[in-house]
């Protein structure tokens, strides 16, 4: 099973830097919509480091990572503006991707059936790796919408990692 968890994050962040790697500065950037495409990708990101990590204390946040950063929308869960600087740079995204891509190996061989480690998911870890690869695909869907919107089509689809 572990093994089909490690196949299906490797296509899903390989279509996840597809559709960063398609995505043009004008819209990577575009504040028009509620979030920015990088904000929703960095979004992706974040949690998917996260849900592969052993528990919410045991988790180390990427080293460019801002606080509040990973949240989406204009409005903070206390109802107050968000203001998002630096923006986070294709580059820089693609970063982080590649080494949660590294990494998936030790991160799900090292999981067990244990609970999921975090409050708000009670589930045990084989469903959360589940539950992860489909808000991977969910924001996937998004960021794939935004493209064909802006023109651009072509995403690949993965099968298999």
């Not at 968890?5 to 390989?14: D, E, G, K, V, W």
């Not at 575009?30 to 998917?48: G, K, V």
């Amino acid at each position: 099973m572990k093994n089909a968890f490690i196949s299906q994050y490797r296509a899903s962040l390989a279509m996840l830097m597809n559709v960063m790697e398609k995505c043009p500065v004008d819209l990577w950037e575009d504040n028009t919509y509620e979030s920015a495409y990088w904000r929703i990708a960095y979004h992706t990101l974040f949690f998917t480091d996260l849900y592969l990590s052993k528990n919410e204390q045991e988790f180390i946040p990427w080293a460019k990572h801002v606080k509040g950063h990973n949240n989406l929308g204009w409005l903070s869960p206390n109802k107050q503006p968000v203001v998002i600087v630096p923006v986070f740079s294709k580059a820089d995204l693609k970063g982080y991707a590649e080494t949660i891509f590294e990494n998936i190996d030790l991160r799900v061989n090292n999981s067990d059936d244990e609970d999921s480690g975090f409050s708000w998911l009670p589930m045990k870890k084989p469903e959360l790796h589940i539950y992860n690869i489909r808000h991977i695909h969910h924001h996937i869907g998004q960021l794939t919408e935004r493209l064909h919107q802006y023109g651009i089509s072509g995403i690949n689809w993965k099968r298999a990692g």
